[in-house]
């Protein structure tokens, strides 16, 4: 092993016992409780390290709550039923996401609010559901510039039953995905109608 992968890897390590540290202390005590001297000492790194490797506490927050919310995705995406439908296949999303927001409550209103300011609200999982909404429309025979104008009206009704439940911590209520599967009706319509059109 050449001495610059040494020190990569030394370095990933660090990062990964940081990590490590932080989720159990952000569990057990919360974010605001936590601080970056209390991650370093059960990290067992000098408070200086911590801030080699993160900017500040938000920024271990984000990775954290990203590389779970990954993990939560790509576990569960592989296990639900294929399905053709825009509408079903946000739902599916939803019925992952909503409990995951709920379980991370805290860190999902430290980063919404941090959002707001510098935008970026997993923006990467977002536009990737976007565009498997709108690939299912275009599957259906409807043009790609309605089908996207499609998909984006149905993220924003995503966004606003999200920014419903934010306050209350209310992702896991039952009548939420009904509340999102009926703001999307109009969609999952032109979508059967389209298929109706193809056949």
Aim: net charge neutral.
């Amino acid at each position: 092993m050449t001495k610059v992968n040494r020190r990569e890897q030394q370095k990933a390590n660090t990062r990964a016992k940081i990590k490590n540290a932080a989720r159990k202390a952000f569990h057990e005590f919360g974010i605001e409780a936590t601080t970056t001297r209390e991650i370093s000492r059960l990290s067992n790194v000098a408070v200086g390290t911590f801030f080699v490797h993160y900017a500040d506490k938000l920024e271990l927050v984000k990775e954290i709550y990203f590389d779970d919310m990954d993990e939560a995705l790509s576990s569960s995406v592989g296990q639900l039923p294929p399905t053709p439908s825009p509408a079903e296949y946000l739902i599916q999303i939803a019925k992952i996401l909503f409990p995951f927001y709920s379980d991370y409550i805290e860190s999902t209103r430290h980063i919404v609010a941090d959002s707001i300011n510098r935008g970026g609200f997993h923006t990467q999982q977002m536009q990737s559901i976007s565009q498997g909404v709108s690939k299912r429309f275009t599957d259906a025979g409807i043009d790609t510039k309605t089908a996207q104008l499609f998909a984006e009206n149905m993220m924003a009704n995503y966004w606003l039953v999200f920014m419903e439940c934010l306050p209350k911590n209310e992702f896991s209520n039952s009548s939420v995905i009904e509340r999102l599967e009926g703001l999307n009706l109009p969609f999952k319509i032109s979508f059967e109608n389209a298929l109706q059109t193809k056949r």
